[in-house]
């Protein structure tokens, strides 16, 4: 059950775009339409963002969008805003009924 | 809206235990799959256990297997986490979380603090 590897940090300014990848293996990530992404604002519970690889839940933006391609799933962030300022991570469906999330990524809106 | 509240968390030494429940309101909790979620402090997020809609599925981390124990009751639309044998390491936010198809959790409760001292 090893996690998804996310980079530490990203960072944009305003109204720029910027992506965070999620690598994982063919037997999570490449294997499943099961990943999602979560925003988490300090002291705050996670919020889903986009699952099943490209969906955004109702009330989501469509400045977010979620991709794929091959083991590495990606969420873009595009005009970035201040308010997008938090931790985010990946999950992907593992194959065994496990869950998998990444360890995360802080961006910083500069 | 949806909501779920957790409770139970707490200080408690190493080798105790604690009984987490979430409280679900606002949706048919009895047709969906839950989960529980559990972040250290300062750390990432991770996976503790699901359960599905009718107790009949029923999956661990490996970090917890053999000493946590999932269950529900529907009728009382609650979820509950027992804890076993904690250890300094199960010291997280645990949150409880539902499942909204096919493990993406869609709604998040605003979790519960559990301490263990060592």
């Known amino acids: 059950q090893s996690a998804l590897t996310q980079p530490p940090s990203a960072s944009g300014s305003p109204g720029q775009s910027v992506t965070i990848s999620c690598t994982g293996t063919s037997s999570d990530v490449g294997g499943y339409n099961s990943v999602s992404w979560y925003q988490q604002h300090p002291d705050k519970a996670p919020k889903l963002m986009i699952y099943?690889?490209?969906k955004r839940p109702s009330g989501v933006p469509d400045r977010f969008s979620g991709s794929k391609s091959g083991n590495t799933a990606s969420l873009t962030v595009s005009g970035l805003q201040a308010e997008d300022e938090a931790d985010y991570y990946c999950s992907s469906y593992e194959g065994s009924n496990i869950l998998l999330f990444g360890g995360g990524t802080k961006l910083t809106v500069l | 809206e949806v909501q779920l509240v957790e409770s139970g968390g707490g200080l408690v030494k190493a080798g105790g235990s604690l009984r987490l429940s979430c409280a679900a309101s606002r949706f048919a909790f009895s047709t969906y799959n839950m989960n529980w979620v559990r972040q250290a402090p300062g750390k990432g997020l991770e996976w503790v256990s699901s359960?599905?809609?009718?107790?009949?599925?029923?999956y661990y981390a490996d970090s917890v297997k053999g000493r946590f124990t999932v269950s529900r009751d529907n009728a009382k639309n609650s979820l509950y986490l027992q804890m076993n044998s904690l250890r300094a390491e199960d010291t997280a936010v645990y949150y409880c979380a539902r499942d909204g198809s096919f493990y993406y959790l869609d709604y998040w409760g605003q979790g519960t603090l559990v301490t263990v001292s060592s």
């Open positions: 099943e690889v490209t």
């Open positions: 359960i599905n809609s009718g107790s009949t599925y029923i």
